[in-house]
């Protein structure tokens, strides 16, 4: 009979390893992501055929600069983007097959967005963390009905897995209210907190 409880190690390594993936993929959301949606829903009439802004053109983007890059696949299709560009009020310079469109400032409702994006994603992780947990405890309690453990190993592999999980929620929490703040800034996080008190 196993007298030493080691089952909440599991949750302990897969919450540590959810988390790390959690700070991995949310570098990828930021404000410019907005641009990038509106581009992504254009579509373009060529040869009686419906095109996406993907298979016309590709996006060079730096999250520093105030302008990002399409570049045009083919010179053909520069007037079509650059009149759906227009129809979504960037300003923009074409350059032979470049096309440098300015970052236009963002409203508040526009970088919400982003925001929704990035708390339906801590759903999905804190989901991945419940499991975590849970998977554990379920292995000891089976443990504990075919008498290969004793009932107290159960109740701690119960009690760690819980403490596990609280630790990497919380860390969940603190990254999810940084990356908030750097997407809203200042004055829309001010907004956003005082609409979160509300709902």
Avoid: W
Avoid at 67 to 79: A, E, G, H, L, S
Wanted: hydrophobic content about 35%; overall charge neutral; charged content about 30%.
């Amino acid at each position: 009979m196993i007298t030493e409880e080691n089952y909440s190690l599991q949750a302990k390594n897969l919450l540590d390893s959810i988390v790390e993936e959690y700070l991995i993929k949310i570098e990828k959301l930021h404000t410019d992501n907005f641009y990038f949606h509106e581009l992504k829903k254009m579509r373009f009439k060529i040869n009686n055929r419906t095109r996406k802004f993907s298979d016309l053109s590709e996006i060079k983007n730096n999250f520093y600069d105030n302008f990002f890059q399409i570049i045009v696949f083919n010179i053909d299709y520069i007037n079509l983007i650059t009149d759906e560009l227009t129809l979504f009020s960037y300003s923009y310079e074409t350059k032979g097959q470049i096309i440098n469109v300015l970052k236009k400032e963002l409203k508040y409702n526009e970088i919400i967005t982003i925001v929704e994006d990035l708390e339906k994603l801590e759903n999905k992780i804190l989901t991945q963390c419940s499991k975590a947990r849970l998977e554990p405890i379920l292995r000891a309690k089976n443990a504990l009905e075919n008498d290969f453990i004793e009932q107290n190993i159960s109740r701690e592999t119960a009690q760690k897995c819980q403490i596990y999980f609280s630790n990497a929620e919380k860390k969940i929490f603190e990254i999810s209210l940084k990356k908030k703040k750097e997407i809203l800034g200042v004055k829309f996080f001010q907004k956003y907190e005082i609409e979160s008190l509300r709902n």
